[in-house]
């Protein structure tokens, strides 16, 4: 990388992690001149890297999903037990909307729905399979219905601040609690 590249790299870095941290603060009445400031840069500089507001909550949500997708894989989910894959892969997703929660409280962009997807999603259902293949859940509720569940959890933790209320450890804590209540294959049920 050129000496060019990694100071572009550095500045547009800068300019998304003041982003975050102006966004989460002042939510939809933060400005990009706001965003400058945080980043220590002219707004010229500012729009120099993102021409408008919706370039930089685009740039945002691809970070996030970014970030999404290598908590996911530092969890190592396919070493553990459904539960605590459970509990891993909660934890990732509402610390990265506590993180980016000005992003996840915006109207979704379709690229970044799809990357989502792919970050969260695929290994959720892959988690939710083993946990039907050896037991663990229930097996008369199918894998897709139990995602878009947990989805629905992860969600309305994300909409009602519940990360930031409770903190991620307890919201973790509780989204996964009220998932496995309903789903958990109950031992009794087999005699």
């Known amino acids: ?15 998304l992690n003041a982003a975050t941290g102006v966004l989460a603060e002042r939510g939809e009445s933060a400005s990009m001149a706001d965003v400058a400031a945080a ?46 894959g459970l509990i891993r892969i909660t934890r990732a997703a509402l610390s990265a909307a506590t993180k980016y929660r000005a992003v996840a409280r915006t109207p979704k962009d379709p690229v970044a729905g799809v990357q989502a997807e792919r970050a969260l999603g695929e290994p959720l259902r892959a988690l939710l399979r083993r946990g039907h293949q050896d037991g663990t859940l229930r097996d008369d509720i199918p894998v897709e219905t139990m995602s878009l569940v947990y989805s629905s959890l992860i969600f309305g933790a994300v909409a009602h601040t519940l990360g930031e209320k409770l903190g991620v450890e307890q919201a973790t804590s509780v989204v996964v609690t009220v998932f496995l209540s309903g789903v958990l294959k109950d031992p009794s049920a087999e005699r």
Request: no cysteine; charged share 25%; net charge negative.
């Open 39 to 84: 980043a220590g840069i002219g707004r010229t500089t500012l729009y120099r890297y993102f021409p408008n507001r919706e370039a930089l909550l685009r740039s945002l949500a691809t970070t996030a999903v970014a970030e999404l997708g290598e908590q996911i894989a530092e969890a190592r989910l396919d070493t553990v037990d459904t539960r605590e």
């Open 1 to 15: 990388m050129t000496r060019s590249a990694a100071l572009t790299d550095h500045i547009a870095t800068a300019i």
